[in-house]
C-alpha cells in the first residue's frame, strides 16, 4: 500500500514538475468589507485578514493548461462517383423537405390559433349565458313570438273581412255594369286570396274573375276603322293625336272582325 503511495506522489511530482509554473493572482472580500489580494502558490495556504485576523483559504496554482476552443468545421464530402444532377436533385429534395415542413408548421400553428380562438368564444359565450340571462332571453323569445302570431292572426282575419266585403261589392258593380268599379273590388279580392294561401274553389273563381275583369277594362273602346277615320281626320295634328293615342288606344286590347280563307294551294281537308 504504501509503495503505491509513494509512486503516486511520484508521479504527481514529475507531471509538477513538467508544467511551466503560471502567474495567477486573486482577490476576494472579508466579511468585514476588506479587500484583500495576492499571488497563488504552489501549495494551498491561509491568509489572514489584516483588520479583522479571520483567516481565509487561499487555492493553489492550477497547473492544467486552459482548454483551447476550436471551432468544428463542417465538411462537405462529395460522394464518389456521384453527379451534379444527382447532386441538384439532393438539394431540391432537402429544400422540398423544408418546405413541406415549414408548411405543415404553419398549418397547425394557424389550426391551434383557430382551436383557441374557437374556444375563447366558446367560454365567452357560456359565461355570458348566467341563469338570469337565459331567463330574459327566454320571455324575449316568448313575447317575439306570441307577438308574430298575433299579427299573422290580424292580418288574416283582416284579409278575410276584405274578401268578403270586395266580392260583395264586385258582384254589386257587375250588376250595376260598373267596369271599373268590379274589376277594382275583385283585383283586392284577389290579394286577400293570396294573402291567406287558399286554393279551394271560391278562390279559384275570385282569380278568374279578376283576370276577366282586367281583361274588359284593358279593351280597346273604339273599333279599328274609327281609328283610322279619327287618325286620318281633318285638322288632326301630332300632338293631340299622341294625346288621344295614350289616352284610348296604348296598352288596349284590340278586337278585329274579319274572315278566314284557307291557301287553295293547301289541301282543304288538312
Known amino acids: 500500500m504504501s509503495d503505491a503511495h509513494t509512486k503516486a506522489k511520484q508521479i504527481f511530482r514529475l507531471r509538477k514538475s513538467k508544467t511551466t509554473a ?5 482577490s476576494l472580500r472579508c466579511v468585514c468589507g476588506n479587500d484583500l489580494a495576492g499571488l497563488r502558490e504552489e501549495q494551498a495556504h491561509k491568509i489572514a485578514c489584516s483588520n479583522c485576523e479571520r483567516l481565509h483559504f487561499i487555492l493553489p496554482v492550477n497547473p492544467y493548461p486552459e ?9 462537405r464530402k462529395r460522394r464518389e462517383g456521384e453527379s451534379f444532377q444527382k447532386i441538384a436533385l439532393r438539394k431540391i429534395k432537402d429544400v422540398w423537405g423544408l418546405t413541406r415542413k415549414g408548411i405543415y408548421r404553419l398549418i397547425t400553428g394557424t389550426i391551434r390559433r383557430l382551436v383557441a380562438v374557437s374556444v ?48 260583395a261589392l264586385g258582384d254589386q258593380a257587375l250588376q250595376e255594369e260598373n267596369w271599373g268599379e268590379a274589376t277594382e273590388q275583385f283585383q283586392r279580392a284577389a290579394k286577400a286570396v293570396g294573402r291567406l294561401g287558399r286554393n279551394d274553389q271560391l278562390a279559384s273563381k275570385v282569380v278568374q274573375k279578376n283576370r276577366e275583369l282586367q281583361a274588359i277594362d284593358g279593351l280597346c273602346t273604339l273599333p279599328l276603322d274609327d281609328i283610322i277615320q279619327s287618325a286620318a281626320g281633318k285638322g288632326k295634328t301630332t300632338l293631340n293625336w299622341q294625346t288621344e293615342f295614350k289616352t284610348m288606344i296604348h296598352n288596349r286590347w284590340l278586337v278585329m272582325e274579319s274572315w278566314i280563307v284557307l291557301d287553295a294551294s293547301e289541301d282543304k281537308s288538312a
Open 120 to 167: 375563447s368564444v366558446i367560454t365567452g359565450i357560456r359565461n355570458w349565458f348566467t341563469p338570469l340571462r337565459i331567463a330574459i332571453s327566454l320571455l324575449i323569445l316568448i313575447l317575439g313570438f306570441g307577438g308574430m302570431f298575433g299579427y299573422r292572426q290580424q292580418m288574416r282575419t283582416e284579409a278575410l273581412q276584405t274578401l268578403r266585403e270586395s266580392i
Open 22 to 26: 503560471q502567474t495567477q493572482g486573486w
Open 67 to 75: 482548454p483551447k476552443r476550436v471551432k468544428k468545421k463542417r465538411k
